[in-house]
Structures are given as structure tokens and as C-alpha cells.
T-cell receptor, first 116, second 113 residues
Framework: AQSVAQPEDQVNVAEGNPLTVKCTYS??????LFWYVQYPNRGLQFLLK??????LVKGSYGFEAEFNKSQTSFHLKKPSALVSDSALYFC??????????????FGRGTSLIVHP | ETGVTQSPTHLIKTRGQQVTLRCSSQ?????VSWYQQALGQGPQFIFQ???????GRGNFPPRFSGLQFPNYSSELNVNALELDDSALYLC????????????FGPGTRLLVL
């Protein structure tokens, strides 16, 4: 079975400060990891993914995430937050084990609030 | 914006009724997945269609069913609606293949009274 944990329901940060949104995962094989953002009354927008290779993944809108296999984490980061980054962020994992369903499991989401 | 579209945007039904939601996948995508997102929760996988056949299903009862058409568009049907079916229903499309990214539509907000 696979699972995702986003331990913080809400993250507050001041505009211009660095931000981190945490995600840990559990899979039996090697993971594919994704971050999505959701603005109010909208669908999910893809930000970035880790498949293989470099542990630091760069994505849209200046976001990046670091894959840490030993800590089973995939935290989302941005060096300087913008008020417009305020939204709901979802981490997702997909198990790549042979015979796996390739169906992603999403976390419950973290609300990011960037204060002016 | 992705090329995934969904209709309708909002829908109100009463308990026991049936509903059909529609999704047009992004051009070039042959796999469609449906998710239910309850308020305050992450998306929960309902099922996935590839080449007009269901090839993956989450923990949802049989009253949730679907179709995929030759042009890769899809429908989600829910029979005997229950109050707990009230949610945002999201469609996502991608190309078949483990490394492919899913792209989501804007969703259909269903309210069951």
C-alpha cells in the first residue's frame, strides 16, 4: 500500500521569505512524486514531479522540491514567497513497483497563506 | 490552463437521483482518471479508463460507473445519489505510461440535497 502525509494543515509565511511545505510518503517500491496546487474553486495545477535522477527538482512558478530517499520526504520549497502563492498544495505519490497500478495517492493538502 | 474540460461546472441533485458528468481530455491523451474531492480533503481516485476500458478502480461502490469514448472523452455516472456524494469531481488525462503527468480539469461541483 502507498500513502502520503502532509503534516501541516496550514503554513503561514511573510511575503519575501522562503517557504517549505512538507510531504512524506510510503511506498513498497520506487516512488514517482508530484506536487499540485489548487486555487479556490479550481482544479489541480501540476507544479513538478520526481521520477528519477537529480534529487532537486525544479518546477513552475519558481517552486522546487527535494527528494530524500532516506527520510522518505519530498518537501516543496520556494526561496521567496509571493502573496499570489497563497493556495492549497497537494503532494501525491505513485508506486512504480512492477505490477503496480500506477494510481496516485494524494495527501490531504496544505493551505499556504502568504502575508503581505 | 490545461486542455482538459469538464461539464457542467455546478450541479444540484436530490438524494436517490442519478447524475452524469462529462470530461474532454487534453489533445493527445489516451487515459482518463476520475477523482472525488470532498471538502477539506485530497482527491480520492475513483477509476481510470484507457482505450475505452476501465483499468483501475479505487474504493468506490458499483453505483459509480464510467465510460470512455473513441475520442478519449469520458463520462462519470453516479446512481442512487447519497448526501455524502456531494463533492468536487475532477477529471484528469494523461498518456498511458508510468512517467506521464496527469493534467486536471476544473472540476464539477456536485451538491446532493
Amino acid at each position: 500500500a502507498q500513502s502520503v502525509a502532509q503534516p501541516e494543515d496550514q503554513v503561514n509565511v511573510a511575503e519575501g521569505n522562503p517557504l517549505t511545505v512538507k510531504c512524506t510518503y510510503s511506498v513498497s517500491g520506487n516512488p514517482y512524486l508530484f506536487w499540485y496546487v489548487q486555487y479556490p474553486n479550481r482544479g489541480l495545477q501540476f507544479l513538478l514531479k520526481y521520477i528519477t535522477g537529480d534529487n532537486l527538482v525544479k518546477g513552475s512558478y519558481g517552486f522546487e522540491a527535494e527528494f530524500n530517499k532516506s527520510q522518505t520526504s519530498f518537501h516543496l520549497k520556494k526561496p521567496s514567497a509571493l502573496v499570489s502563492d497563497s493556495a492549497l498544495y497537494f503532494c501525491a505519490v505513485r508506486d512504480t513497483t512492477a505490477g503496480g497500478s500506477y494510481i496516485p495517492t494524494f495527501g490531504r493538502g496544505t493551505s499556504l497563506i502568504v502575508h503581505p | 490552463e490545461t486542455g482538459v474540460t469538464q461539464s457542467p461546472t455546478h450541479l444540484i441533485k436530490t438524494r436517490g437521483q442519478q447524475v452524469t458528468l462529462r470530461c474532454s481530455s487534453q489533445s493527445g491523451h489516451n487515459t482518463v482518471s476520475w477523482y472525488q474531492q470532498a471538502l477539506g480533503q485530497g482527491p480520492q481516485f475513483i477509476f481510470q479508463y484507457y482505450r475505452e476500458e476501465e483499468n483501475g478502480r479505487g474504493n468506490f461502490p458499483p453505483r459509480f460507473s464510467g465510460l470512455q469514448f473513441p475520442n478519449y472523452s469520458s463520462e462519470l455516472n453516479v446512481n442512487a445519489l447519497e448526501l455524502d456524494d456531494s463533492a468536487l469531481y475532477l477529471c484528469a488525462s494523461r498518456n498511458q505510461g508510468g512517467r506521464e503527468t496527469q493534467y486536471f480539469g476544473p472540476g464539477t461541483r456536485l451538491l446532493v440535497l
